[in-house]
């Protein structure tokens, strides 16, 4: 992975101690919490409900076992022993206090990590495929691409001041596992007379008003990108509403220009841009190439797989669904469950992090990966190596076989943690999965992604969720919306309302209704739950959500 | 005497520690809700509210609260605001876990 320039190692430094620096003016009343709050945002730290919050980056969910250590470190030292991994590839510390995280950020420096622009309305974290460099399916590892993102957006002074903040995402796979669609920009790689490049759509985003982002480039060169992203960014600096928030964000300027004029300005000012870069970009892309060179993959056998794939069912049933095609067949991709039934979604305790560290030293040439969908993936492994993986995996709890399935929830952290939720996300998460699990339904229903926001900014990709929840607060009471048939992939799709809202009490056995509604229409068991909605649409999910409700008040 | 006003509580965030407080009416700040003093008229909850924010390193983002009269003391009327009271609902952290120790 790529490893800090000095520059970079000094840039971090800096910040650290500017920012220590404030924390003290803040501390000693020279500075006012209005003066101080932009200044703690620029950080990644946030005043939430009962505590602050310090998000950390980790760029393309890129992470590597000194790091992760030292994040369990700092669970240990400045928090309450666990981190929780986000929807954003990030990592959030729950309780830390004002006064330490001068010595948190510091404890980050040391392994080339940092909290920076993980908020404020400017370039956030670049998110990738969680399988980068290992998926079978890829045409190009787009971590090298991301990196040059990262670089070039890090502290750029063009767009410091968005109108709005700014995700970008990128995939190097025709399967999208990074939900290109809903970002401001998503980049999906592809290729035309054998040269990669991207298609690039602009104006996606999930929120109030979700938005499937549009096509707007089918064919970017690799060696376009800084100058057609940055084309991109100086459109949207220009045109973005600072006049109403909630409009603020480019899928909105889309909206209100135009796919066919905002495609036009872009590429006009993309050829105003393109001249000036002379090249120094591509020398740049050439160095990060060679930092992310591919690991030097074992030979051996892979009878030991076998043999165990046979005898042991417990392992048989975290291979099925924990386990994706590696480039190369003698290994497989890991996804480690963050999401044991009743836990929060993506919450590790420090224990599971050094564990998992240890893992990827010993099985996965020292590489980790961290999913949007709050795993941990461990993207290369031998398939001989794969039954002691999985028994350490299952004796720090995170042997659970449910990738994929119903209780791979996402949740955001709502109104347990959030200061904007209007609602509980994690304890519907825990409830839907310990129900399913005691009814021993989930592995017959099968691919189902379940996904759980606390309020409409969406942090929890509901509207992308084949069942999405909405937690919203109605007249003083928590009531959950649920959207049907959303998609994050390359077939993206925005859930449909199924109608009125659920009390708290009555969202888990709505969720069942809908379920075994499916398992009733399927027409084989192969049939998902996203192919059956596609097939027979919203009516006979509302009817099992409504008719017998109604009928029951009426009892 | 204003009619029809909702009481209120003066809550905040201690500036340190992050922690949910409450104004009591021998002004300091109380992690308890009980302790908080349950204001009637609106005129005083914005003195008492100003009184609040100008203890700037004390507490951070003073806010009026709907509260109700308990048989011990104030009592949240929101959901949000009976979170706050505790921490939450997925751990025992937060001052559910930290009131036994005040």
Redesign the interface.
Known sequence: MYDYSDFDESFVRTRVAQFSDQVSRRLDGSLTEDEFRPLRLMNGLYLQLHAYMLRVAIPYGTINPRQMRQLAYIADTWDKGYGHFTTRQNIQFNWPKLPDVPAILSALADVEMHAIQTSGNCVRNVTADHFAGAAADEIEDPRPYAELLRQWSTDHPEFQFLPRKFKIAITGSPHDRAVTAAHDIGLRMTTRDGAPGFEVFVGGGLGRTPMIGHLVRDFLPVADLLPYVEAVLSVYNTLGRRDNKYKARIKITVFETGKEAITQMIEDRFAEVKPLFHGADQTLLTNIRAAFAQPDLVTKPTEAFDAFYKADPAFRAWADTNLSAHRQADHAIVTVSIKAHGETPGDATSHQMRVIADLAETFGYSELRISHEQNVILPHVHKSDLPAVHAALSLAGLGTANVGLLSDIIACPGMDYCALATARSIPVAQEIATHFEALKLEHEIGPLKIKISGCINACGHHHVGHIGILGLDRAGVENYQITLGGDGTERAAIGEKTGPGFAYDDIVPAIERILRAYLALRTHQEETFLDAFRRVGMAPFKAALYDGESAQDAA | MTRNYIPKVVTA?R??????VYQTADDRWSLLHAEAELIEDEAHAQMRLLHAAAQ??LV??AYLADAKPGPNGPEP????EA??TR?????N???QADAKNV
Request: net charge positive.
């Open positions: 965030n500036l340190r520690e992050g922690d949910v700037k390193l951070v983002g009327i929101h959901f949000r979170f706050r921490g939450p609902s997925n751990y952290h937060g001052k």
